[in-house]
């Protein structure tokens, strides 16, 4: 049994030291109807290829985050208050991320060269 114990606290923490050195952006949406997409304070508009770690803090039940482009398909739920960290590849292309269910006014973009 401590054996089980020992190797989840080893993975646990494992997880964060891989992704210590991946570049992190910050995804927030809400409380209000805001949705922005942030590397470092600055809004993202351009990125080179490779991997990030996207953390996302959705902070209205009524609102998701969802980012789509090229080999990505990520969300929250609608419904939840929560904050989750997503490890993606970004290709070269264009980016988008969205509140579905006002997608029409709580949209952005960028683009991967």
Not at 99 to 110: A, E, L, Q, V
Request: include cysteine; charge should be positive; glycine fraction near 10%.
């Amino acid at each position: 049994m401590k054996l089980v114990a020992l190797a989840l606290v080893v993975a646990a923490l494992a997880v964060p030291a891989a992704l210590a050195g991946t570049p992190t952006l910050k995804g927030t949406v809400g409380p209000g109807f805001t949705i922005t997409l942030t590397q470092g304070g600055k809004k993202v508009t351009k990125l080179k290829a490779g991997t990030y770690v996207i953390k996302v803090s959705d902070k209205s039940n009524i609102h998701n985050f969802h980012l789509q482009g090229p080999g990505v398909d990520k969300k929250t739920s609608v419904g939840k208050v929560q904050n989750v960290t997503w490890k993606v590849t970004l290709k070269k292309g264009k980016y988008t991320y969205i509140c579905d269910p006002h997608k029409t006014i709580m949209h952005g973009s960028f683009t991967v060269s």
